[in-house]
């Protein structure tokens, strides 16, 4: 454009103005009429049909977004809720743990303490059981130190006397002399 008007000012400007008044860089009148009508006719059709589609295009991807951003609000709701009911669960649980090991760690000192009981007990029983043992075997000690004192002394008392005491019913009288002279002696020791 700046060489044609570079073109017509070294001219002169003498071709400028043309026929009837017109320049040459305007168009003539019925070429903008005819130019404005296909034009009209574009922007009509442009107008009733492009820019309802666009508008009805634009529209929808609209609703689609703010539908995805519903959903994704939706399902990140959904998601907090399903944490919090985790939690939750997960709260419970460990509560229940802690009970259960609670429960355990007690009924481990109930069964500790029934296991005490039951050693002492044992124990009382082994006791109990060993001084009746104890008791046997001291009668039994006792029995045969009277018997085999009765005969020293039956045969401490031949040797003394001079005589033989082997009539069985003074043999028995002399023991039995002896032995509770023996008895009412032993108890003073205690």
Do not use: C
Request: glycine share 6%.
């Amino acid at each position: 454009m700046n060489n044609v008007i570079f073109y017509l000012a070294s001219e002169g400007g003498e071709h400028l103005p043309l026929e009837g008044g017109n320049s040459i860089l305007l168009p003539k009148a019925y070429d903008i009429v005819w130019s404005i009508i296909p034009f009209a006719v574009i922007l009509a059709v442009f107008g009733m049909v492009v820019l309802p589609a666009y508008k009805k295009l634009l529209q929808e991807r609209e609703d689609r977004i703010e539908g995805g951003i519903k959903r994704a609000e939706a399902q990140q709701a959904e998601a907090k809720a399903a944490l919090e009911r985790y939690n939750a669960q997960l709260a419970d649980a460990r509560a229940e743990a802690a009970q259960i090991h609670e429960q355990a760690r007690e009924r481990g000192k109930q069964i500790e303490a029934e296991a005490k009981v039951q050693a002492e007990e044992e124990a009382r029983r082994i006791i109990a059981s060993g001084e009746k043992q104890l008791e046997a075997s001291r009668a039994q000690v006792v029995s045969e130190l009277r018997s085999d004192i009765g005969q020293n002394s039956i045969n401490l008392a031949e040797k003394l006397l001079g005589g033989e005491l082997s009539d069985a019913s003074r043999r028995s009288s002399t023991i039995d002399s002896f032995l509770s002279d023996l008895d009412h002696v032993a108890p003073a020791r205690k």
